[in-house]
């Protein structure tokens, strides 16, 4: 039996406090040891979880948020060490995803008593390389939004530094026409959405039939252009009605390939541009929840 416990936590997470921390500890001391260790810069939580596996721990927990506990899956990817969930950040999807309390103690009791279970990961490949992701893509408009927030303003305001961003994009919308190739059938879309899970910006459901655990990908779509097609799309979102939109487009795929140009974030991360191909990795990640 593996006797330790390794945290990698991020101290620039929204809600970050070394007492919780501390707390969740104090849970974990009960039946094995604990290693703490800090991130200091971007993808610095891969390269820790790298690190952490060939400690061969009992589990690895992330402490942070969504985009912390992406640089941490990359990080272990296709090992057998399974991965605890502390969430500390803005919006915590795959937590809520996952049906994981948000409070420190009851997070780390589930970790305790969870068991491991395997969940598919979405791949993008980019020129730049490969990279993973366990909730989402977005091609287009709230990619555009990810990429100009604020991160000090993040940083104080949480989930209303997207909504500015989100407003000031909408204002000087312009969008490009975008190939999409899904399973080789061909689509033309101004924005998209790829799921991974069903949850997107904390409990809407943009991808609602999309499951963690399902080696496939949910795509949606807008084929409209106008900055009131988006706006109709955004409200149907927050309705619930998007799918009955008759700009949108809605399908599970396998393959999915995107030409033009458009930004791209993951996992509410911002990561590049296109051209993209997405893909997915079944059973890639075993996950205590």
């Known amino acids: 039996m593996r006797s330790s416990i390794i945290i990698i936590a991020n101290p620039a997470s929204r809600t970050f406090s070394l007492s919780r921390i501390r707390q969740a500890e104090v849970f974990l001391q009960q039946g094995f040891g604990t290693e703490l260790v800090l991130t200091h810069y971007k993808d610095h939580a891969q390269l820790l979880a790298r ?17 912390t506990i992406n640089e941490v899956i990359n990080g272990m990817y296709g090992s057998d060490i399974p991965l605890g969930i502390l969430p500390l950040g803005t919006t915590n999807v795959l937590a809520r995803e996952l049906s994981l309390p948000l409070d420190a103690a009851g997070a780390i009791k589930r970790v305790l008593s969870g068991t491991p279970q395997y969940i598919s990961l979405g791949r993008i490949s980019l020129s730049a390389g490969d990279r993973f992701f366990c909730l989402m ?25 997207y909504i500015i961003s989100g407003i000031r994009n909408l204002i000087r919308y312009r969008p490009e026409k975008l190939t999409i190739t899904a399973d080789g059938n061909t689509y033309d879309a101004y924005t998209a959405v790829i799921g991974k899970a ?25 084929a409209g252009a106008r900055r009131t ?15 009955k ?38 059973n890639a990640l075993k996950i205590l929840f």
């Open 229 to 243: 097609d988006l706006l109709r799309f955004a409200f149907g979102i927050v309705t619930g009605d998007h799918l």
């Open 137 to 161: 893509a977005g091609i287009g408009f709230d990619a555009k939004a990810v990429f100009d927030v604020s991160r000090r303003l993040k940083r104080y305001s949480g989930e209303a530094a």
């Open 51 to 67: 690190e952490a596996l060939e400690k061969n721990p009992y589990c690895i927990i992330a402490a942070g948020g969504d985009g």
């Open 245 to 282: 939109d008759p700009d949108v487009v809605h399908l599970k795929a396998y393959e999915i390939a995107i030409s033009g140009h458009a930004h791209i974030q993951i996992d509410g991360d911002y990561i590049g541009e296109t051209p993209a191909r997405f893909s997915v990795e079944r």
């Open 198 to 222: 069903s949850r997107y910006g904390g409990d809407f459901r943009v991808t609602p039939d999309a499951d963690i655990r399902e080696a496939s990908l949910h795509l949606c779509m807008l």
